[in-house]
């Protein structure tokens, strides 16, 4: 990439395999989310150990994904206003909950594999400053 920042007037070639690199569900465009994804960096040791922490602790039947089972006593609903007005179940709540995990790409089954907690913490790690902060962030949340 930087390759390409440091011309003023890219070759078509280049212009194509930029295109390619940043375009993955190949529409033909490249959307925020596809260019942030191209930029971002793999999560360090610290941070990965610490989402792969998290994540076991979430699979809490050891099944490799997050379903509304797991979350089910550590995700309280009860104070959600749409449990209170009885406009959504527990159970669309968490599944609404657990699809948030899976970030525009995912196929919204109410389940979320390894794959997809690492790759949203790995959006969500870009915009950290610090492993430490990462880690609080974490520690905190979960």
Not at 78 to 84: G, Q, R
Request: proline share 3%; hydrophobic share 35%; aromatic share 14%.
């Amino acid at each position: 990439l930087k390759l390409y920042l440091n011309r003023l007037f890219p070759k078509k070639v280049e212009l194509q395999a930029l295109m390619k690199y940043y375009d993955t569900n190949k529409d033909g465009n490249v959307s925020y989310e596809e260019f942030i994804r191209g930029l971002r960096e793999d999560l360090t040791p610290r941070r990965a150990k610490m989402v792969s922490k998290v994540f076991g602790m979430l699979d809490r039947d050891g099944s490799g994904f997050i379903a509304i089972s797991d979350v089910i006593g550590v995700f309280d609903v009860s104070l959600n206003p749409e449990f209170i007005e009885r406009r959504k179940t527990r159970e669309q709540i968490l599944t609404e909950f657990l699809n948030n995990f899976e970030g525009a790409r995912g196929n919204r089954d109410g389940k979320i594999s390894k794959d997809e907690f690492f790759d949203y913490y790995t959006d969500i790690s870009m915009n950290l400053p610090s492993d430490e902060y990462f880690v609080r962030m974490m520690e905190s949340t979960w």
